[in-house]
């Protein structure tokens, strides 16, 4: 069964600390997405990636980065995380191009107290 | 960014009942998919349409994807509480990247 996996499901940290979101997938996929989904806002496109050691922003780069030094993996920081990062992170990925749709991972459920 | 609208946002019915929810924009797409998620899951790929006018359907549910690739509807024939779950489109630009909705929130009730 062709998977997408997030490290964690449930994260809680503090304010200023730095925070990795890890995802792995193991189907091969060119494209890598991470994405945050918030009540009234939907999925909103933080960072993506079309191949090893590419990234490119999204809609709302601030406050994060990414690492994708394999294909397969594909990490979110949050350099110092803040209250309205709280969020529910998801990662995908997919073939080249769209049109073949995402598979997602599980998603992580982020607190920032 | 191109603005995708869903409607209606929530949608509370009877199992047995039929419905259809809608996903509409004023700039045409490659393609479109639908995607169906549960509380505290990720979002899960029902399908894929990419030529105008098509119509594919998956059990009961039906997807068209409109004639000028503008906007799209899902409808599902006598729902099940199983159904219950966000209900999200993505379009697709020819730039390769895709653009969500907010999503239509089902909830059968048995």
């Known amino acids: 069964d062709v998977k997408v996996t997030q490290s964690s499901r449930y994260l809680v940290k503090r304010t200023g600390e730095k925070v990795f979101l890890e995802c792995v997938q193991d189907m091969d996929h060119e494209n890598m997405f991470w994405y945050r989904q918030d009540p009234g806002l939907g999925l909103r496109l933080i960072y993506f990636s079309y191949d090893v050691k590419m990234k490119e922003k999204g809609d709302i780069p601030e406050g994060y980065s990414v690492s994708r030094e394999k294909k397969e993996r594909f990490s979110l920081i949050l350099e110092s995380a803040s209250t309205n990062q709280t969020s529910m992170y998801l990662c995908?990925?997919?073939?080249?191009?769209?049109?073949?749709?995402?598979?997602f991972g599980s998603g992580t459920r982020l607190t920032v107290v | 960014t191109q603005l995708l609208e869903q409607s209606p946002q929530f949608l509370s019915i009877q199992e047995g009942e039929n419905l259809t929810v809608y996903c509409n924009s004023s700039s045409v797409f490659s393609s479109l998919q639908w995607y169906r998620q549960e509380p505290g899951e990720g979002p899960v790929l029902l399908v894929t349409v990419v030529t105008g006018g098509e119509v594919k359907k998956l059990k009961r549910l039906t997807f068209q994807f409109g004639d000028a690739r503008k906007d799209s509807s899902l409808h599902i024939t006598a729902a099940q509480p199983g159904d219950t779950g966000l209900y999200l489109c993505a379009a697709n630009t020819n730039a390769g990247k895709s653009t969500f909705g907010d999503g239509t929130t089902l909830t059968v009730k048995p």
């Open positions: 995908a990925s997919s073939p080249p191009g769209v049109r073949y749709g995402y598979t």
